[in-house]
């Protein structure tokens, strides 16, 4: 029985009338393909990705496994639609914070149309694209069982500028105290989510490394998904700090170059997490330094 995922971030939901991904109980995600070059263009991408023995083994769990293409029952109700089936990356996390960042100060490529070019173009300038070389899609945090998620609307995400980027990466991995100031997020599992040898800023310069060096592809308007369990962490479990790579509707090939546009706001991304984390780590050292 498919059903519609409870904990979408970004891009198009589905809902009656309007075409969007479904999951399974068995952990699959099935995301319709898109009635343009771009459905081609992801099934051409995960075909090819995830055999090609230029990728090595451990930057191809950043990329959510593959399970081919189905014609399954569209979830506008159009009937029969054929669908990647790719891993639900968040199907074992109980109460998942995630973030979606879409990387890149440009989400065009010279071969799209105009008129495509011209939409991205506003956006990116509109949105911290341009300015910080990423931009935040969608989010949700866990707070408490009484106030369950923060989920911001789409239409305040897209206004975040760098100090609301750098706010919201802090709140991300801050416990939820409803008495203090929202401003002031107090980072206590940004050691545990963002820090440590394989946390999600470990997980984030290891795929630089890759980027630094492959000329295989050119990531346009990928994104970035980062999440973890706050209820494991809250119950002193492993929280699964972690990355994934996610909608390639806009990969071209390389033709040898490396994909400066993706290293450029990975890079971006990797500093305002390294910051969000040296504020927790000064706050220890002032700590100790007074006891
Ligand atoms: O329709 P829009 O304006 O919401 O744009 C979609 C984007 O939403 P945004 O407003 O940038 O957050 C949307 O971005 P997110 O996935 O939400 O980051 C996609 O870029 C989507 O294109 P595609 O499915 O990747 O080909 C975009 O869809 P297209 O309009 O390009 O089909
Ligand atoms: N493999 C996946 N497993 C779980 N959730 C996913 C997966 N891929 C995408 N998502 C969710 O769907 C959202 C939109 O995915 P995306 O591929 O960008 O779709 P679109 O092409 O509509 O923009 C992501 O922000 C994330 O919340």
Redesign the pocket.
Known sequence: MLKV?V??????PASEGQLG?LVDESGC?Y?PLQNNERGNTEVAFYMSFSSNPRVPKHIQRFF?KFYGTRLVEASDGSGLHPHLV?????SNYVKPS?M?VKIGSRTWYAEASEDYIQKCFEKDKKSSSVSLGFRI??LQVYRSPESGYWKPEKKQIQKFGADDVSLVLRRFVSSYQPTESDRDPDCAFASSIYGGSSGILAQLRELKSWFEDQTILQFYSC?I?MFYDKESLLNGGDPRGAVKL??F?HVVESKGSIDHNFLGGLCSLIKFISEALATVNECTIEACSTD
Not at 7 to 12: L, P, R
Not at 86 to 90: C, G, K, P, S, Y
């Open positions: 995922p904990h979408q971030v970004a891009g198009h991904p995600f995301k959510p790719l891993e639900d990356v968040i995630i979606d899609s969608g994104s998904l996610v909608d509707a």
